[in-house]
């Protein structure tokens, strides 16, 4: 493609001229032929100082050195001035003190828009004020946050210091009252807390145990195996301990005998039940009868009534149709409480 392009941009490609030779100056160094061989130092050690007569070496100051220095500087400086400024100094003729030191108070952290009115109408209450005086920036002009009050007299400044000594011992009992009235009442949530506990399990015990014995008293309880059955349908003997059934222990006789065992066990509980509920029904039957037996007899005694006493006149109506059933049985019933007696021999 360069064969293509015009002889003026063919000229930027060319070549250039080749370097010319040019011989060298002098001989490389390792050509050079030296006439004059090396030597050492011996011949100039007569030139040479004595180490006698030298100087001590001199120690250069580290940084850490140097910063103490400084720093020991400084305080010295600070002392010395210190030193000045208390034999120069006088109390008594300063020009900037005023009012009397034993009769000012100082009050500090003061409100940036708190103002003199304030501070005088709030401090005036424990005694007369003779000046107050608050401190300003002298660059911005704005308030400090603290004010000095000189009173009339010492017993004000002592006042408003013991009150506020006073405050503040109340506040520190207050809050020693309230943190041990709240550990109080943390100790006695945590008790009612364990109080709930043991009475929520003596609960869960109580219900555990009942549910056990209502499921006892459901399979006939094993208090039931010792009362004798009343219809002979006492528990076979299945022969002495330690003997086994023709077929083992878990064998199909055995287990034909613990479905009989436990079917007695539900009907003679069932049986029991029932003769408690009549035995019950009887008692509360002789009782009203007894109740009617006795109001049948006081109305007979108010009426003054004759006639020849049968022996029923003092028995209810119930009692009654109890001894006409009973005529044609083995006894009758007592007028006086109802109870089946023998009949006489005829």
Known sequence: MTQFLPPNLLALFAP?????????????????????????????IREFEDPRDAPPPTRAETREERMERKRR??????????????????????????????????????????????????????????????????RSGKPRGYAFIEYEHDRERDKERERRR????????????????????????????????????????????????????????GGDMAEPSEAGDAPPDD?????LGPDGPDGPEEKGRDRDRERRRS????????????????????????????????????GGGGGQDNGLEGLGNDSRDMYMESEGGDGYLAPENGYLLEAAPE
């Open 239 to 243: 022969g002495p301990p330690g003997e």
């Open 16 to 44: 250039r001229d080749p370097i010319p030779y040019l011989p060298p100056l002098e001989k490389l160094p390792h050509e050079k032929h030296h006439n004059q061989p090396y030597c050492g130092i011996a011949p100039y």
């Open 166 to 221: 006073s405050r503040s011992r109340d506040r520190r009992r207050r809050s020693r009252s309230r943190d041990k009235e709240e550990r109080r009442r943390s100790r006695e949530r945590s008790k009612d807390k364990d109080r709930d506990r043991k009475r929520r399990s003596s609960r869960s015990r109580e219900r555990a145990r009942r549910e056990r014995e209502r499921k006892e008293e459901l399979r006939g309880g």
């Open 267 to 302: 009907h003679r509980s069932e049986r029991e039940r029932r003769r408690d509920r009549d035995r019950d029904r009887d008692r509360d039957r002789e009782h009203k009868r007894g109740e009617r037996g006795s109001e049948r007899g006081r109305d007979e005694a108010r």
């Open 73 to 138: 500087e400084k305080i010295e400086r600070r002392q010395q001035e210190v030193e000045t400024e208390l034999k120069m100094w006088d109390p008594h003729n300063d020009p900037n003190a005023q009012g009397d030191a034993f009769k000012t108070l100082f009050v500090a952290r003061v409100n940036y828009d708190t103002t003199e009115s304030k501070l005088r109408r709030e401090f005036e209450v424990y005694g007369p004020i003779k000046r107050i005086h608050m401190v300003y920036s002298k």
